[in-house]
Nanobody
């Protein structure tokens, strides 16, 4: 069983930055690719970014590429999402998730999910 706990959400002005963290429980953290998804009010959950187990490969949604950076520290069992140049449309609940699958941009391929952390960007 994998437990994921997100933190770092909050209220920020447009143009500002936030860093989300996701702490994972297993000692085998490195075998999981990790992803970030988000869900805005009234919308479906969407893919944001993902990173391979080693951290060597990353993948981003077009809407966040060049503004967001995903990274991980396997010694700390933690994955991060650095969010810069935030926009009001980035407002959502952000979830981290873990997968052993080969495809990273679909919810259905993730086995474990955190409870989410709210990010609100004021314009």
């Amino acid at each position: 069983q994998v437990q994921l706990v997100e933190s770092g959400g909050g209220l920020v002005q447009a143009g500002g930055s936030l860093r989300l963290s996701c702490a994972a429980s297993p000692r085998t953290f490195v075998v999981y690719a990790m992803g970030w998804f988000r869900q805005a009010p009234g919308k479906e959950r969407e893919f944001v970014a993902a990173i391979s187990g080693s951290g060597a490969s990353t993948y981003y949604a077009d809407s966040v590429e060049s503004r967001f950076t995903i990274s991980r520290d396997n010694a700390k069992n933690t994955v991060y999402l650095q969010m810069n140049s935030l926009k009001s449309e980035d407002t959502a609940v952000y979830y981290c998730a873990a997968t052993t699958g080969l495809r990273w941009d679909r919810e259905m391929d993730y086995n474990y999910w955190g409870q989410g952390t709210q990010v609100t960007v004021s314009s």
